[in-house]
């Protein structure tokens, strides 16, 4: 098998790129300009949610070109207050500048030290999250705010944590989280009932 991924019969020569399995890459005779094109990201997300925010994600599932590239990216829009709530990618680091407004980010280390790294970012401050390392994101200012990350994935994935655990499908018996989180068992099922 030749270096090339270009043929449907062919997969990848390393077939995890960025953490994500390879999928089948284009006869480069049939490729055309739309494969690597996107639109759209000049026009803001709806950030009329409870979070405040909108992701607008253009990963390998928009732009077919992206195959085995390694890289994706998204536009953050932030209400004021609004947040991208404490979130993690398994398959790829982030790294986000900010364009407008003022974004209160950070990130938790894994356990055992579990060190907070915090920075208030301003238009064009940039911030790097590592992989699968818990990061979020804050817009501290009252007016909108965008951000563009750019990942090191076509694919990065995204586990937003209070959605994983209290709203997983079925739902995780009440009495771990109970255990877990220290909290009471009615608050446990409150926040179940929430996702």
């Not at 055309?32 to 949610?49: H, Q, R, S, V, Y």
């Not at 398959?91 to 907070?116: A, K, P, Q, W």
Request: net charge negative.
């Amino acid at each position: 098998m030749d270096s090339y991924s270009y043929h449907i019969t062919k997969w990848d020569p390393q077939p995890i790129v960025g953490g994500s399995w390879a999928r089948f890459c284009k006869d480069p005779k049939q490729a055309k300009a739309e494969d690597f094109f996107f639109e759209g990201l000049n026009i803001p997300g709806n950030t009329e949610n409870l979070q405040g925010s909108n992701v607008t994600t253009v990963n390998v599932d928009q732009i077919a070109g992206l195959n085995t590239l390694g890289i994706s990216l998204a536009r953050i829009d932030f209400a004021p207050y609004g947040q991208n709530p404490p979130h993690t990618h398994p398959r790829g680091t982030e790294i986000l500048v900010v364009l407008e407004g003022s974004l209160y980010v950070g990130f938790v280390t894994s356990n055992t030290d579990n060190r907070l790294f915090t920075k208030v970012l301003n238009k064009g401050d940039v911030f790097v999250f590592p992989v699968g390392l818990i990061h979020f994101q804050f817009n501290v200012g009252k007016t909108n705010a965008i951000a563009i990350a750019a990942l090191s994935s076509q694919n990065a994935g995204v586990i937003t944590i209070a959605k994983a655990v209290f709203g997983s499908d079925p739902p995780i018996n009440p009495d771990v989280l109970t255990k877990a989180f220290q909290l009471d068992k009615n608050v446990v099922e409150h926040l179940q009932k929430l996702f």
